[in-house]
């Protein structure tokens, strides 16, 4: 399966359970669950997309239903501070070469806090409910605001 | 590079000392305690090891027994060697996080000083702590006086580290009467000692780098069931694993252990199945009853409480002419009968002789249990034997001040 940078790129997303018919005897000792398939060296320097992740890492693992609103983010505004992957507490905004690319809308859950830290002016990243396209968000993006003396 | 610690061929030790000797031979990683009485001098002892350079490792200081057990879990999941020690309210405390250990397959080694559970307050020991723990997946060894505290706790390590077991171990000695008394023991040297233990081999360590491993996932449902059967049929089959560590060990020192201690049973008619350090009470009482009165007494001793052994009490049973078998519990049953006289009962039942079963709960909090009161009750079994039914209430109380106290009666047609 191929996979890619955004949410977008179909990397095989599914909700894990008990849906292959594992025994007693198979399953893992104590729990312990691998992150990637045989060794890796220098994880942290390898892009999530290229790294070879097991099923049993939250990579392949969505939680998109946990979330009622979503940050919707403005490319055309947005100045490439990096203050939202900083606080993201799920890692889930995706940058590369210190540019923002977008959501990873497979393992926000919502909370808002990239919004909430986002310093431009308008701001960058909003808050919308799951039901509206991005595209309509985006067409009715708040004007910048005057300050006020 | 950790210096030896000089010791001579027999050292006057209690079996808190003891203990705490073979955790530095063991040349534990991480310790995390919180200090009870009566078990504080075993953590105590390998604190000053460290700060004197006997050991290369660290002693985390922690708010409580829960947090003891936590970090002791954290370090072994990062690959380390550990172990601390607890009595009563600690072990209470820990019990929440000792079912972590076990489910997660850490094998900890847990020095436990057997006390009295609160209310009321109680520092003296019985077995309600060492009960407490008989569900939470960990092997529970059981030492009767400072020598086998000392030669256990090195056989712990062996047999939950083995790599078929990975499952963390107890190793029970009874408050004051062991770990209180100085008693003649005779240890290894260190070099030996370690040898016997061998360098810790981790699994699933988390300070392997090149491979993150996560434990201690979250399960529902869906694999709960799997996980917790697998853990059992390790627990189960750690069996042959104790044995074959208990024969290397008496290849070393010449000192034999075996899950199931028995005492004179070939020729007894009746038998006391206890634990702790009222073997050596009850062994002393059957050999002047013996003499005195040509009564053929028998003492059978698990020393091995989990996995609890089936199969070797039905051997001892088996072999055995055994009309009537006593099981002394030393914890407040709590409205059943006795651990012990469940599990001995559940054996017994199996067997084609099926002997008469009887229950005593004795020495609570500490009460004495004396030559004379073991004669007393080796004596009442003798008179049910030739009766050939039980000839009082099946539970009683030994020791107990008052009217006499005893619950369900046999029924006969």
């Not at chain 1, 996979?3 to 977008?8: H, K, P």
């Not at chain 1, 995706?94 to 701001?123: A, F």
């Not at chain 2, 027994?65 to 690959?79: Q, T």
């Not at chain 2, 073997?279 to 013996?290: F, G, N």
Request: charge should be negative; glycine fraction near 8%; aromatic fraction near 10%.
């Amino acid at each position: 399966m191929s996979r890619g940078v955004l949410s977008t790129d179909k990397r095989g997303m599914r909700e894990l359970g008990a849906e292959e018919k594992v025994g007693w005897d198979a399953v893992t000792q104590g729990v312990a669950l691998y992150s990637f398939e045989g060794e890796t060296k220098g994880a942290a320097f390898i892009k999530p997309e290229e790294r070879a992740y097991t099923d049993f890492n939250s990579y392949t693992a969505t939680v998109a239903s946990w979330r009622v609103v979503k940050p919707v983010y403005n490319r055309d505004i947005c100045i490439d501070c990096q203050n939202c992957w900083v606080w993201c507490p799920d890692v889930s905004i995706i940058s590369r070469d210190k540019q923002m690319l977008g959501i990873d809308y497979d393992h926000c859950k919502g909370c808002g806090v990239c919004v909430e830290v986002c310093p431009t002016n308008p701001k960058s990243l909003l808050m919308f409910s799951e039901a509206i396209e991005n595209d309509t968000a985006l067409s009715g993006w708040p004007e910048k605001k005057k300050k006020e003396k | 590079m950790a210096k030896e610690f000089e010791l001579n061929e027999v050292e006057v030790w209690d079996g808190n000392y003891a203990t705490s000797q073979a955790l530095r031979q063991a040349q534990i990683d991480v310790v995390a305690a919180y200090p009870i009485t009566p078990s504080t001098p075993i953590v105590e002892g390998y604190g000053s090891y460290v700060a004197n350079g006997y050991i290369d490792g660290e002693f985390v200081m922690v708010e409580s027994e829960h947090a003891a057990m936590s970090g002791c879990i954290g370090a072994a999941a990062a690959g380390g060697r550990v172990a601390t020690a607890t009595s009563s309210q600690g072990f209470a405390l820990m019990a929440e996080v000792l079912y972590q250990a076990s489910g997660m397959r850490l094998p900890i080694v847990l020095t436990v000083v057997n006390r009295a559970l609160a209310s009321p307050l109680n520092v003296r020991g019985d077995h309600a702590d060492m009960y407490l723990g008989r569900d939470s997946g960990w092997i529970q060894m059981d030492a009767f006086n400072a020598q086998e505290a000392y030669d256990l706790a090195l056989c712990a390590f062996r047999i939950g580290e083995n790599h078929a077991v990975r499952l963390p171990v107890m190793m029970h000695q009874d408050g004051f009467t062991t770990s209180h008394k100085a008693q003649n023991v005779y240890p290894l040297q260190d070099s030996v000692a370690y040898k016997f233990v061998g360098d810790y081999k981790p699994v699933d360590e988390m300070l392997d780098f090149s491979r993150p491993v996560t434990h201690g996932a979250q399960t529902e449902e869906d694999w709960h069931f799997e996980h917790k059967a697998k853990q059992h049929k390790a627990l189960m089959d750690s069996r042959s694993v104790i044995d074959e560590v208990l024969v290397e060990f008496k290849t070393l020192t010449g000192r034999e252990y075996k899950r199931v201690e028995s005492y004179m049973m070939e020729d007894a008619e009746v038998a006391l199945v206890l634990l702790g350090s009222s073997v050596e009470t009850a062994v002393l009482a059957a050999k002047q009853l013996r003499e005195e009165e040509g009564i053929k007494v028998g003492i059978i001793a698990p020393r091995c409480f989990r996995p609890f052994p089936y199969d070797l009490v039905r051997d001892v049973i088996e072999n055995s002419p055994v009309k009537t078998l006593c099981c002394l519990d030393k914890s407040s049953p709590g409205g059943a009968m006795g651990a012990l006289f469940n599990e001995v009962s559940a054996a017994a039942y199996s067997t084609g002789t099926r002997p008469l079963m009887t229950n005593y709960i004795y020495g609570l909090g500490g009460r004495d249990f004396a030559v004379d009161e073991a004669k007393r009750i080796m004596k009442e079994q003798k008179a049910h034997a030739d009766a050939g039914h039980i000839t009082t209430e099946i539970q009683q109380f030994s020791g107990l001040r008052g009217p006499k106290l005893g619950f369900f009666e046999t029924r006969r047609s």
